[in-house]
């Protein structure tokens, strides 16, 4: 009987850990515990335009804030510059793959000054990560993110602009609505086609990096 239970001992103890392999449990940028997944329901369109994912972006994430406005009123509330930290760069409706000054696209600043005047508060956040991403998730706020729309990690360049002052870019640059997350995962709506997908977040991430992490997010749920 006492050999019995010294096996079984035994045996109790050469399993694995219940928590062996299991995916690391959401948390915030302060270590804070998360929901270990979230769903937001954002609703998306595809893009009317080429190059036009930043509004059709911004415009979707107006829409789940009961902000309605089209796709092409916010694109020319948009300023025009060759820069796109100041506003729109090139043509539209130009083929992808291009830098600056050919059709490119817009960066998050102007973005959210213009989500600002049709009446959504939001702030500009670089170097945002993963835990933060979760968390504004988590409070129920999807998150506008610049990466490449192959979400592969190409080299950005740095280039200049008219009056002097560089910036970084790269071919590819696409935004993505952040619109939920699982354990290793992160749901992103995509403007290309106005259609979820679930992507590897360390790949998400990858891409997201190249151009420092840039998103824009609502600072408050209205109401």
Not at 21 to 28: D, E, L, R, S
Request: charged share 20%.
């Amino acid at each position: 009987m006492h050999r019995s239970i010294l096996l079984l001992l035994l045996a109790l103890t050469m399993l694995p850990s219940c928590s062996s392999g299991a995916a690391p449990a959401a948390v915030g940028p302060l270590g804070e515990a998360l929901p270990p997944r979230v769903r937001l329901a954002v609703d998306g369109r595809a893009q009317r335009r080429s190059l036009s994912c930043e509004s059709r972006s911004a415009v979707d994430l107006l829409g789940y804030y009961d902000i309605a406005v089209t796709e092409a009123a916010f694109l020319a509330s948009l300023p025009r510059s060759d820069n796109p930290h100041e506003g729109f760069v090139g043509d539209v409706d130009g083929p992808g793959e291009q830098l600056p000054p050919a059709g490119y696209g817009v960066y998050a600043e102007p973005v959210a000054e213009r989500l600002r005047g049709f009446g959504l508060p939001v702030e500009v956040v670089t170097e945002m990560g993963l835990p933060a991403l979760r968390a504004k998730l988590a409070a129920g706020h999807p998150v506008i993110v610049w990466a490449t729309g192959a979400l592969d990690a190409r080299p950005a360049v740095t280039l200049t602009d008219a009056r002097g002052r560089t910036y970084q870019a790269v071919r590819g640059e696409h935004t993505f609505i952040a619109v939920g997350y699982g354990p290793g995962t992160i749901e992103l709506l995509d403007p290309a086609t106005g259609k979820r997908k679930r992507v590897n977040a360390a790949r998400f991430d990858a891409s997201w990096a190249i151009l420092g992490r840039m998103a824009v997010v609502a600072t408050s749920s209205l109401g």
